[in-house]
């Protein structure tokens, strides 16, 4: 579909908040931080959110690996952000693009197991049948070893969390593959004392 | 462009969570749902986020409302979500679109000074042409009592709570007065003991 997305690898990127509901929050935070290995990916933090880039598969295992060391701290943890690949008005710089594939933290986040509900939204942008390539993708969420449910404006999903990551990654990777310029928003939730709706 | 966009009222939406970093959350949570009146919006909560369906003017008023009460306790606060409105997959159920205009929180969201950060970005869907739209507002939003700057994947909005969601506000009504379905992701934070970048 664009230039970028035959052969080379594009720049994709998440900009994103960690959310621990403790007085403990900084704490959390940092030490998440430190247990993550993010020297595959450029990263900016400030007062309202971080931002990483580079190669997908790094910034999805960077992603994954935070949330969940934060949540299996037991405490009540969220996080909220957004992937996008493919802005038009986006830049080549603020990325490490020659890094190789191996994920940095994919092992270690193999052994934890931790539930989460999540919920998803998809955007292609500049395209009049967006439409098709969202229900295409609610639909293949059904297969991907989550439970699959609608809700307003989102998709949810129930599993592991690495299950959930793992499908919010390849429905964001198929659909890129068809539009160039792709955003998808997503929140995740552990540990809540809320019951479930 | 769309024909509800056309005389009659269409029904916004916001899917959101608050975020009060504290071991209070589930207090701060519950005290600024009942200290903030929802009668004009339908709404619905789970342990991921929260809906709420109505007038758009009900929609922003309400989402503030949340946000300033939760900011005003002092402690640190962020709220992240996503306005939309003309989704083709929406259905009619789910909203009071027959309540009158006033909004209810007005006059009492008056009466609190907060500062916060913002980033918010906004989707118009099903246009070849949405990033005119898109750079139309980030220049449009520089003349609402706010300090803009950009940031990856993001516009920063940077003031008073009260004019970060009338620039909010003023960037979804206007676009989506052009394009029929919009979705807009921000998150807001108050409080944060991080320094700014």
Chains 1, 2 share one sequence.
Request: glycine share 6%; hydrophobic share 35%.
């Amino acid at each position: 579909m664009s230039n970028n997305s035959c052969g080379t690898s594009r720049i994709a990127g998440c900009k994103f908040t960690l959310y621990p509901m403790s007085d403990q929050f900084v704490d959390i935070i940092l030490g998440v931080l430190e247990e993550v290995d993010t020297s595959k990916v450029w990263k900016d933090t400030d007062d309202v959110s971080t931002c990483v880039r580079g190669k997908m598969v790094h910034v999805f295992d960077v992603t994954k690996a935070l949330f969940l060391y934060a949540a299996k701290t037991g405490e009540h943890v969220a996080m909220s952000g957004t992937f996008s690949i493919g802005c038009p008005g986006d830049t080549d710089a603020d990325s490490y693009m020659d890094e190789a594939d191996t994920p940095l933290n994919e092992a270690k986040s193999n052994q934890v197991s931790q539930e989460a509900g999540c919920k998803f939204s998809l955007y292609p942008m500049g395209r009049e049948d967006y439409m098709d390539a969202i229900y295409e993708q609610i639909d293949l969420s059904k297969h991907r070893n989550v439970e699959v449910s609608a809700s307003h404006y989102a998709t949810r999903l129930d599993g592991d969390v690495k299950d959930i990551f793992g499908a919010l990654h390849q429905s964001f990777d198929s659909v890129q593959e068809e539009v160039s310029h792709v955003t998808m928003s997503f929140t995740i939730s552990a540990n809540s004392p809320s019951n479930k709706a």
